[in-house]
């Protein structure tokens, strides 16, 4: 009787951790990936040190109004699919699922790469030549 109610407190035990690992396997926030280069932010920082006018100030704002949905749609999506994948691979599914996968993870990736260029050619056309150089030397500082 002792040994019955075990086992089913073992199978229930088990069943929640593997119900709790998929949760967990599904998505993790280090998937939206470090990005190649991050700028704004740091820009945001550094207003005074970089000297802004109120100008570049403003059409900093304005571009990261219109540029965040996109750019948080997808991380998000890069996240969601890694997840996906990350499970296909657990659950040995058929390959050509985690291929099909894996290059929509690339496209995604693909996407985000480009966004972050866009971002660094509007900082590059908003603020000096000067500007720009030291903002590139603090984001370099920053990466050691």
């Known amino acids: 009787m002792k040994f019955i109610g075990l086992t089913r407190v073992s199978t229930l035990l088990l069943a929640l951790a593997l119900t709790t690992g998929h949760s967990l396997a599904k998505g993790v926030p280090g998937d ?5 280069v991050e700028l704004m ?6 207003e005074a040190d970089l000297q802004l006018s109120d100008q570049q100030i ?7 109004k219109q540029a965040m949905p996109g750019r948080l749609a997808i991380q998000k999506k890069i ?20 291929e099909a996968l894996m290059a929509q993870i690339a496209e995604a990736e693909v996407a985000h ?3 972050r260029n866009r971002c660094v050619e509007q900082l590059r056309k908003t603020l000096s030549a000067e500007q ?5 030397m603090l984001y370099l500082q920053g990466l050691r």
Do not use: C, S, W
């Open 32 to 36: 939206g990936a470090i990005p190649v």
């Open 41 to 46: 932010p740091l820009t945001m920082k550094h």
């Open 58 to 64: 403003q059409a900093l704002a304005d571009y990261r």
């Open 79 to 98: 996240i969601h699919l890694r997840g996906q994948l990350r499970l296909a691979m657990l659950e040995n599914r058929p390959q050509a699922d985690r």
């Open 113 to 115: 790469f480009e966004g």
């Open 132 to 136: 720009f150089a030291q903002l590139t």
